[in-house]
């Protein structure tokens, strides 16, 4: 055995063990695991020692209930013997696919002062009432340290006793019928492999040899869980998982024809039948609807980016929101999270989605969560790659159990499915099994394992496969007569992949690779974005919903704060006829929903706003409890979901992108506390926001908030770089808009819901300017039948201009402010772009043609010159300009601000003195 290998925990033999139980009474450091499985064993042995007093009654003649005494002595022995199995015999379990195993003596020679011969009760484990103590070892191993065994320490003692009812009663027989069925899995799964390896000899596949067990685990997934589970059968399955295994996944569970991975290994563009870059074979997804018992059951397998556990939080999202859109339980629809043990435990997005399962707003009623333990990372062994025994021990604080089982015993993994099952419909909660397996191959198929873990893969190769072993044992089981069975089962599934690489080699030239999307195969012109669409409000509708949202409920005693609130803009309302940001965007959100949109907004502390200018949410100061006045529209409204997210913005930012993803007609908006938050979830943005649709025709149309302004709050809280999100643009891939007034952003969101095709649009949102006064738009505008405007200009268009300054946003403000005050006032006009991509060019070259006196172009921006629009800008328009656009902001510089207030507002004078005092060229 590789000792330097499985020594982390993963599979434990018994002379280490002992070595182990050495340390820890000598108080040398051990690991906490293990100090809390020899604190237990002793506490078992000095509770055994204290029934010495029991045996010393029996002795004493004239004691006259030595029956009752006997039975109770018997009772308690039996009953630490289990507790000890129950919680910690997933220690010494034969879950190793590469260990062999022999008894472990431990328990017998260390339990000392027990005797394995003293009787104790079996409770009900053997058919006799009482038994010697080494019997009831004997089948507590056998339940507890076998190929399937269960961690439950850190569970509920209601969710403990449920799992210890499985273990212990539940029949580990399977009719012929399975095990044939799930054989047939097995050779589908190993004779894919083979058959690539041979037909495509040497190219990327990230092969799952070694951990087959996967797929017949998968095809009982969907058999027992759609239809043995009788109170609530599952109808969808949506599953995600990285590169390792995932093309056996495709065509054996998820049904995608065979031929069409070998159209992929070929490499040839034109297969595609999709005009854009798209992605590797190993990261598509696919949708399937599967028949069980007569019944359909929808299959859906999300595309995956090389950042291997991304996808969790998505899938999530796409669960729940296809839980919320059906008319069936919650339970119905099942999240399934295929791991690998190097990324399960290395990478913090698993920890952040583990956290999101049983919040309110993200929780999908369990997951499950199924770990393909090569035990081995890339090249990395376990003790490089984390500081726990387990790789699943990040899951530790959400308290449910871990089902470890041997890769190389089918029947077990079957089990360790419908016990998972099991515990997730009872409680609602997620389920781990760790399948214990090996990687046959390198990371790749180019790749020499044998150079970094030379003992480790020289183990590996003597290895029968598991189809081999899975053949022994059925012949074993039912006989020699079950070979001519097997042997035509093994005949079909070599048939079939011959057939499909015979339709594959004949008709490679003719047949287009099918797109299978899991979002909407449709693409968008740029017209077509830049299209406006009618935004606008009746009077009366205007009306209608402004009492609604300004309005204070009877009998609502709300918080100081919140009356003055809608005080004043209830007076701004009236006195001014004016709306500001927050009310503006009130006003489209209640809009949307009493047209039938429903609305989901979340983030950290989103329904009061991060500058408490939101407050969509009250509470009574009284009694406590809580009103929302876009809940109170009308009695056929939308629904809304308003959530504060846990402190995260990498996991819940892929949970909103999947909810979106799936969620019909439903305006998803994910808000960062500041802009720049959103750097914690740069993964999101780069691998499925920017780049989901011309990678695998992906789409969702979700809406992120970023706050973005300077106002001297520091180099942490100023910008939202909005270069990044330009970097990001092309292709029509999403809108990146930076609205001016609060009408311009309530149009935005009503357009984006309108559209025929809504693509992710980033909106820049301001912090200053929520309560400025100039940022405030007239009620009648909300009524102009127009949508959201490309390009701006000034009220009053100075066509005599000798200096056209462009700009984008909050600077606008600044700008006017610094112009009321300049001498040369009438030289300057102004175009504010508020969509930044896609730059709608045609209508910018038309109002620059409207100022034929100027000789100066002007990008104003508040960033530094290295960052904000000014590179793409300037990249846009350098053809199209008549003379070169000149730049006036902040100078070039590493950190986004200074944190000093002072010097910020020094900063920005200086740049509008700057503006205003150039001369012409």
């Known amino acids: 055995m590789n000792h330097e290998f499985w020594e982390q925990g993963n599979f434990v033999e018994s002379d280490w063990l002992e070595s182990m139980y050495g340390q820890f009474l000598q108080g040398e450091p051990i690991h906490s695991s293990w100090k809390h499985f020899f604190s237990g064993y002793q506490m078992g042995i000095a509770t055994w020692s204290e029934s010495s007093y029991l045996e010393e009654k029996l002795k004493d003649k004239s004691v006259v209930d030595s029956k009752e005494i006997n039975e109770l002595l018997a009772e308690k022995r039996g009953q630490l013997l289990i507790n000890v199995y129950r919680s910690y015999g997933y220690l010494q379990s034969r879950v190793s696919p590469l260990t062999s195993y022999t008894p472990s003596s431990f328990l017998s020679e260390k339990l000392n002062p027990l005797n394995l011969n003293d009787e104790v009760s079996s409770f009900g484990l053997l058919s006799e009432k009482k038994v010697s103590a080494k019997r009831l070892m004997e089948r507590l191993e056998e339940i507890y340290c076998g190929p399937l065994a269960v961690e439950t320490i850190t569970c509920s ?55 087959e067990a996967l797929v017949p685990m998968l095809e009982y997934l969907v058999s027992v869980g759609s239809g043995s589970q009788k109170n609530c059968p599952i109808v969808e399955y949506v599953f995600g998982m990285s590169h390792r295994g995932r093309l056996n996944v495709l065509t054996n569970v998820m049904s995608k024809p065979s031929r069409y991975i070998f159209m992929e290994f070929e490499d040839n563009f034109s297969y595609r039948g999709v005009d854009n870059v798209g992605d590797v074979k190993y990261h598509k997804g696919y949708v399937h609807n599967k028949l069980v018992d007569g019944k359909e059951v929808r299959l859906t397998l999300l595309p995956n980016p090389s950042h291997l556990e991304s996808i969790d939080p998505v899938v999530e999202g796409v669960v729940l929101a296809k839980q919320k859109q059906s008319t069936l339980e919650e339970k119905q629809t099942l999240a399934v999270l295929i791991h690998g043990d190097a990324a399960f435990s290395g990478q913090g997005v698993v920890y952040e989605t583990l956290q999101l399962s049983a919040v309110p707003g993200y929780a999908t009623s369990g997951s499950l969560h199924i770990v393909v333990n090569n035990g081995i990372g890339f090249t990395a062994m376990p003790k490089e790659s984390r500081s726990t025994p387990y790789c699943t021990d990040v899951a530790k604080m959400l308290g449910v159990p871990v089902f470890r089982v041997n890769g190389n015993d089918i029947p077990s993994a079957m089990l360790a499915i419908s016990f998972a099952l099991d515990v997730r419909n009872n409680f609602g909660c997620d389920v781990i099994i760790d399948l214990c397996c090996y990687r046959k191959h390198g990371h790749n198929e180019s790749d020499d394992p044998s150079v970094t873990a030379p003992s480790l893969y020289q183990g590996i190769s003597q290895q029968p496969t ?38 594959f080699s004949r008709d490679k030239e003719v047949e287009q690779f099918p797109i299978s999307s899991c979002g909407f195969c449709d693409r968008l012109s740029q017209g077509e974005i830049l299209a406006e669409v009618d935004t606008s409000l009746t009077s009366q509708s205007i009306e209608f919903l402004c009492n609604k949202l300004l309005g204070i409920p009877e009998g609502f005693s709300p918080h100081r704060k919140i009356s003055a609130l809608q005080e004043k803009r209830w007076k701004m309302l009236m006195a001014n006829r ?82 979106a993803a799936s969620a019909e007609s439903t305006l998803v908006l994910w808000e960062a506390q500041f802009g720049d938050f959103s750097n914690g979830a740069q993964i999101i943005f780069d691998q499925y926001i920017s780049s989901g649709i ?6 969702s149309n979700l809406v992120l908030l970023l706050p973005h302004g300077y106002e001297g709050q520091g180099p942490e809280h100023s910008s939202a770089r909005i270069e990044r999100y330009l970097s990001l643009a092309a292709e029509w891939n999403f809108k990146v808009i930076y609205p001016s007034t609060p009408v311009q952003y309530f149009r935005a969101l009503r357009q984006h819901m309108k559209s025929r095709l809504p693509v992710p649009m980033v909106i820049f949102t301001p912090k200053g300017l929520l309560r400025h006064p100039l940022c405030v738009s007239k009620i009648e505008e909300f009524s102009d039948p127009v949508g959201y405007q490309t390009l701006l200009e000034d009220d009053e268009q100075n066509t005599a201009a000798t200096t056209l300054v462009l700009c984008s946003g909050k600077i606008y403000y600044d700008y006017l402010e610094a112009l009321n005050k300049s001498s040369r006032k009438g030289e300057f006009a102004c175009i504010r772009i508020e969509s930044l991509y896609p730059l709608d060019m045609t209508r910018l070259i038309s109002l620059v043609t409207k100022y034929p006196r100027v000789s100066r172009y002007i990008w104003l921006q508040e960033e530094p010159i290295n960052m904000g629009a000014y590179d793409y800008i300037y990249m846009s328009l350098k053809n199209f300009l008549k003379e070169e656009l000149f730049f006036v902001g902040r100078p070039r510089s590493s950190s986004t601000a200074t944190g000093s207030a002072r010097l910020s507002k020094q900063e920005l004078d200086t740049l509008m003195e700057r503006l205003f005092s150039l001369k012409e060229q």
């Open 578 to 659: 004016e709306l500001d940001w927050a009310t503006s965007e009130a006003l489209a959100f209640s809009s949307l929903l009493v047209d039938g949109y429903s609305l989901r907004l979340s983030g950290q502390d989103s329904p009061r706003g991060t500058f408490s200018q939101r407050q969509l949410i009250w509470v009574d100061i009284k009694n406590g409890n809580r009103y929302c006045s876009l809940e109170c529209l009308s009695p056929d409204q939308g629904r809304v979901e308003l959530y504060n997210s846990p402190l995260s913005e990498y996991a819940v930012l892929g949970f909103e992108y999947g909810y």
């Open 157 to 211: 003692p209601e969710v403990q006793e449920h799992v210890w009812n499985l273990m212990e009663k539940t029949s580990r027989l399977f009719s012929q019928e399975d095990l044939l069925e799930s054989y047939r899995d097995i050779c589908k799964a190993s004779f894919f492999e083979e058959f690539l390896h041979v037909k495509f000899t040497g190219q990327k596949r990230f092969s799952l040899e070694g951990g």
């Open 466 to 503: 598991v189809r081999e072993l899975f053949r022994e044992k059925l012949i074993h089981a039912f006989g020699q007569e079950l070979d001519n069975q097997l042997s035509f089962i093994e005949e079909s599934v070599r048939a079939t992949l011959k057939k499909e690489y015979d339709i």
């Open 694 to 699: 011309q990678k695998w025709d992906f789409h």
